[in-house]
Every structure is written in structure tokens, then in C-alpha cells.
């Protein structure tokens, strides 16, 4: 039974779950969000720019026992680099360990800065299953969705009333008005 375009229940349902889960700082941003996660997680999580032709336009797990490394390319746009971002962090907090597919060479970015033997796994787009790349572009997508989304400033109590007043006196739509269009 198809969801939300197509998109089975069981799949939206799990990586909504996740992409929720996900610690979004106030404001957001791909290294406060590292950070977050890695507190989290209790273990690191480096973030790793990559440019050059073999970061072409998709990143890069790579688990070690030490640390998770997260490779992204620099030769894109930031809304770009923030979701390739979260999709390879989708793979990391959904638990993929790669397909059986052949694995794509590592960027030597990342080759001189990890030692061959810690490395545990790499998921690189071409060592996914299907399903894999699903729920980690799904949760990406939900999680930057949220991210930018979010309301920014909440009134509640004794303020609503004020601000309510502020965004008339303004010309700005309330709340109430925006949730009816939105």
C-alpha cells in the first residue's frame, strides 16, 4: 500500500521516527549538529570537506572504531551539502552497513587521515541496497524539511497576545492565518 507519494507506511513511519530523533541545534547548522549527534552518541563524528573529482557531488561514511567521518563535497551549494550531510547521517542512526555492491575508491582526503585497519565499513553510493539509500535520502530530507521549517520564536502566555499585536501592527500574518495557507 502506497504513502505520502508513493512511499510505503512502514518506511515513512521508520524514517520519520528517525529523522525526529535527530538533535536539530537552534541555530541549525551541519557542525553544531555534529556535535550534537556525536554527544549523543558518545563518539565522534568529524566532519570532512571534500573537493576535487572523486568527491563528485555525493559523500561519504566511514565508520572506524575510533570515530564516524562524514565526507561531503565542497563543490556544491550549501542546501546541497547540508543534506548530503544528513543523508549520510540518516545511513549512520538507521544502521546500514553497506550492500554488496562494489564499493566506490576512497577519497584520499580521507585515506591519509585514517589508518586501513580501523576501518570498519564504508558506505559510499554504490554499497547501499536500494532500500538503504531510500530511508537515508527519506530521513534526510525530513530532517532538513524540519530543520528549516521550524518556528523560529514561540510566544506563549502573557506575550502571545503582545506579539500577536506586534505582527498586526506590522502587517505580518499571524499564526493562525499562516497554518490556514500553509
Known amino acids: 500500500m502506497g504513502y505520502s507519494g508513493g512511499v510505503e507506511h512502514g518506511l515513512w513511519q521508520r524514517c520519520r521516527g528517525v529523522a525526529e530523533s535527530i538533535p536539530l541545534p537552534e541555530p ?4 553544531a ?6 554527544l549523543r552518541r558518545g563518539r565522534p563524528i568529524e566532519l570532512m570537506p571534500l573537493s576535487g573529482p572523486e568527491s563528485s557531488l555525493c559523500g561519504v561514511l566511514v565508520t572506524t ?4 567521518y562524514i565526507g561531503y563535497p565542497v563543490a556544491t551549494t550549501a542546501l546541497h551539502q547540508q543534506h548530503i550531510v544528513l543523508h549520510e547521517i540518516g545511513h549512520l542512526l538507521c544502521g546500514h552497513t ?20 580501523l576501518v570498519r565499513r564504508v558506505l559510499g553510493r554504490s554499497g547501499y541496497t536500494e532500500r538503504q539509500e531510500q ?10 524539511h524540519r530543520a528549516l521549517h521550524r518556528p523560529r520564536f514561540r510566544a506563549v502566555g502573557q506575550f502571545a497576545d503582545q506579539v500577536g499585536r506586534l505582527r498586526y501592527v ?13
Open 135 to 144: 530511508e537515508a535520502e527519506l530521513v534526510a530530507s525530513l530532517a532538513l
Open 170 to 182: 506590522f502587517g505580518l500574518p499571524s499564526r493562525r492565518d499562516a497554518a490556514r495557507r500553509g
Open 28 to 31: 541549525f547548522g551541519i557542525p
Open 33 to 38: 549538529l555534529a556535535e550534537a549527534l556525536a
Open 65 to 68: 572504531d575510533r570515530a564516524d
Open 98 to 117: 553497506g550492500g554488496s555492491g562494489p564499493s566506490r575508491p576512497l577519497s584520499p582526503a580521507l585515506t591519509t587521515r585514517l589508518p586501513e585497519e
